[in-house]
């Protein structure tokens, strides 16, 4: 076949496949905002008081909060990268890599949208999100807050990831649906924001978290970790209220300058087509318990992440489902109509977010290296540490904030043995090696 003749083919087959995507309904554009080390309760809508964040509460006014979404964990101190990993691949903790290497059989989310005729682009900190999603982005902007001056600051971050991504909508192809990935580096440490917020609060002024503490009480496995460094031994209130302010600052600047970009897409016409998604890559402790990081599975320090979705065809309310991060990427392949989602281990919210019935998830399983196990159900939740032979088990119902340790009461030893059991059947499916009792070579 001549060059001439194979070129008209591909000509056909293209004008073929515009036609057909012109006769589908127009897909919805996708913006979405991941925060880094963002709790799940840090906006003022969803539980904390002293937070000032108006926009992203109205966004929480107008979609679907998933008030218990999780990552499935991390087998790496480095909590955001797995958990990231797992989100734009849709595969499950024990299957990805544990240091930024190809996931094999993966199509990243980017390369799925693309092929779907998405306009995709993404900024955010270097080295934060899995090397393959990264290179799957049309454009992909990597922001090391290393510039010269003090626009060039890690304070001006946020600024900066938005008058890139106002300028990406003012100026893009008009002609295709756009996925927006944004990954600013704030909440996460150094927490530094421009002035003005950190003016807003006042560190002698702001609560302690309910379950201060000075110290963990026993070694759970993994206690000077890298994030657990960064506060004195023991906890002090005074140290831990300047935190807050600092994370809040930092939380209270990122909200500003996504209402920024809310405005300019409002500006553009194309707000009442866009589905807007905010969510976190992990949670954190600052003060929980006695801890600093995530590296742990309290309900607020490690794995717990906010989650909220918005726009067209999205009922508005909160949903206590148990759903994971990583939930997110048979969700917008379902909601930019992709007809042939890739392999995944996740579920669509997709019911859920249109008010219909669905099945969902009886429990929901999260670990942290060789250390730390844990499955949660409805009402109860039970924490293993194999390698120091601990046990705990919440009811969240009565105790959100995992206060009272009910391991070792007679009452509840039969809910206790039917959570472990979930465990072992959990960890069994997921393809874990740790058991009840860590084996010798365990990771830590």
Wanted: aromatic share 8%; net charge neutral.
């Amino acid at each position: 076949m001549s060059i001439v003749s194979s070129a008209r083919r591909a000509v056909r087959a293209l004008t073929l496949a515009a036609s057909t995507f012109a006769a589908e309904p127009a897909r919805p554009n996708i913006l979405h905002l991941h925060a880094d080390d963002h709790r799940a309760d840090a906006l003022h809508a969803l539980g904390t008081a002293a937070l000032r964040t108006p926009h992203l509460d109205a966004l929480v006014a107008r979609g679907m909060a998933f008030t218990r979404c999780y990552s499935m964990g991390a087998m790496t101190p480095a909590v955001c990268l797995p958990s990231r990993t797992m989100m734009l691949t849709g595969r499950s903790l024990f299957r990805i890599a544990t240091q930024n290497k190809e996931v094999p059989g993966t199509t990243p989310l980017p390369a799925v949208l693309a092929g779907a005729g998405y306009q995709t682009w993404r900024m955010g900190k270097y080295g934060n999100t899995y090397a393959g999603a990264s290179r799957a982005f049309e454009t992909s902007i990597d922001d090391s807050a290393q510039g010269q001056g003090e626009a060039g600051s890690r304070a001006h971050a946020s600024r900066r990831l938005a008058d890139r991504a106002i300028a990406f909508l003012r100026d893009r192809d008009r002609g295709r649906p756009f996925y927006v990935y944004l990954e600013p580096p704030v909440p996460h440490d150094p927490r530094e924001a421009e002035p003005q917020f950190h003016a807003l609060y006042d560190p002698a002024a702001l609560p302690l978290p309910p379950a201060f503490r000075p110290e963990h009480p026993w070694d759970n496995g993994d206690l000077r970790v890298r994030d657990e460094l960064l506060a004195p031994f023991p906890r002090t209130p005074d140290d831990t209220r300047r935190q807050l302010a600092a994370y809040y600052a930092c939380i209270t600047g990122l909200d500003h300058h996504f209402g920024r970009i809310l405005a300019a897409l409002a500006e553009s016409g194309e707000m009442e087509r866009t589905i807007v998604v905010f969510s976190g890559d992990n949670g954190l402790s600052l003060g929980d318990h006695g801890l600093f990081g995530k590296q742990n599975l309290y309900e607020f320090g490690g794995m717990h992440a906010p989650l909220v979705i918005a726009g067209p065809g999205i009922k508005a309310g909160r949903s206590d489902a148990l759903v994971y991060l990583a939930d997110l990427f048979p969700t917008l392949c379902e909601l930019a109509g992709v007809r042939a989602v890739p392999p995944h281990e996740f579920q669509s919210l997709r019911p859920l977010l249109a008010g219909e019935p669905a099945p969902t998830r009886r429990l929901l399983f999260t670990a942290y290296l060789g250390v730390q196990r844990a499955v949660r159900d409805e009402r109860w939740k039970l924490i293993r540490y194999p390698t120091v032979d601990r046990t705990q088990l919440f009811d969240l119902a009565a105790d959100p904030h995992e206060l009272n340790n009910l391991a070792d009461q007679p009452a509840h030893a039969a809910t206790l043995a039917r959570l472990r059991a979930s465990l072992q059947a959990e960890s069994a499916r997921l393809g874990d090696t740790v058991g009840w009792h860590a084996p010798p070579d365990a990771p830590r």
